[in-house]
């Protein structure tokens, strides 16, 4: 098993297979009356958290508590962060505390791989800037597992600001990895030729979505970004809407099987009607459950817990 999980790229397709198939019997654990199982009691799992998450961190803190894991919640506001501690002096504190995982979510793209060099435990990248969010794309691939019965083959679009979504990089490594077929449809000013032209050997780019839908298995709808928007990348919102939002008429092109996907936290109205964000197509509340379990399938396997 890998020590560290900071890239999805870390994963190879037995492993991130034994990912999926682990978290399975994790989810079997949640119909249960008592939810906690013992695998690593007396371990400690440290969640570091210098950017706002609501999903991802309670998340974290479910998974590592169901296995009855010591938990830290650190966030940096409120912290000797806003004294200007840096993230190293941050690891050695925690290294000297005793943690076996260390689950980060930074602004900065590749801050795990530094905090991997300065602890000895586990690292969980938690997603980091524009970067990469693993166990998002893990239970991503989980929820297309569980609804469509496979992965091999299946017709994924991952839509809109792909520039800025750590998200959608991380679903590009790990979904061709397990053999799916990936298309990234959105503005030419949020899919920039650099990307496209990096992730052309595995991908797909479309500028057009209502020709992507109808052969599509999954839609991925990702969130405008506008907090890490230093330029205009398209006129207005609505006209961003018009061209990219997935509403009723549009979903209507999808084949009668396919699912919507969203990684929350969604723009309502921008790039998702409400409509089809609360329909039975959408797995959006599906995939927040489904985040638990991946989740404690990590914790599980990377601390290799009993
Ligand atoms: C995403 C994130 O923070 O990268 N959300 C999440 O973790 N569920 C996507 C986003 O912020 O748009």
Redesign the pocket.
């Known amino acids: 098993m890998i020590k560290h999980l900071r890239s999805a790229a870390d994963l190879d397709a037995a492993t991130a297979t034994l990912i999926l198939d682990t978290a399975g019997e994790m989810a079997a654990l949640s119909g249960r009356e008592v939810k906690k199982l013992p695998a690593l009691r007396g371990r400690t799992v440290v969640n570091l958290f210098y950017e706002d ?1 609501t ?2 961190r309670i998340s974290f803190e479910a998974a590592a508590k169901r296995l009855s894991a010591d938990v830290i919640n650190f966030s940096a506001k409120g912290s000797s962060v806003s004294k200007g501690e840096s993230l190293k002096d941050t690891a050695l504190t925690l290294q000297a505390m005793g943690a076996d995982a260390v689950v980060i979510r930074h602004s900065a793209s590749g801050a795990p791989h530094r905090l991997a060099n300065w602890v000895d435990g586990s690292v969980v990248n938690a ?1 980091d800037g524009t970067h990469e ?1 693993p166990t ?1 794309a893990l239970l991503d691939a989980y929820t297309m597992r569980s609804r469509l019965g496979r992965l091999d083959g299946l017709k994924v679009a991952i839509v809109g600001d792909v520039l800025h ?3 959608a990089r991380s679903n590009v490594l790990l979904l061709t990895t397990l053999g799916a077929q990936v298309t990234l449809v959105g503005p030419p000013t949020l899919i920039p030729l650099d990307v496209a032209a990096a992730l052309a050997e595995k991908t797909q780019v479309s500028y057009d979505l209502d020709a992507v839908l109808p052969d599509s298995d999954v839609v991925m709808m ?2 405008v ?1 506008t907090e890490r928007m230093q330029d205009s990348y398209f006129p207005s919102a609505r006209e961003y809407s018009r061209r990219y939002g997935l509403d009723v008429a549009r979903m209507k092109k999808l084949p009668e099987h396919a699912i919507v996907m969203h ?3 969604m723009n309502r109205g921008m790039e998702i009607a409400p409509e089809v964000a609360d329909s039975p197509r959408s797995t959006i509340v599906e995939q927040v459950a489904n985040g638990v379990s991946v989740r404690m399938a990590v914790l599980y396997l990377l601390l290799g817990g009993k």
């Open positions: 998450s999903r991802t997603g969010h998002q979504s750590r998200v990702l969130r970004q990684p929350g936290p």
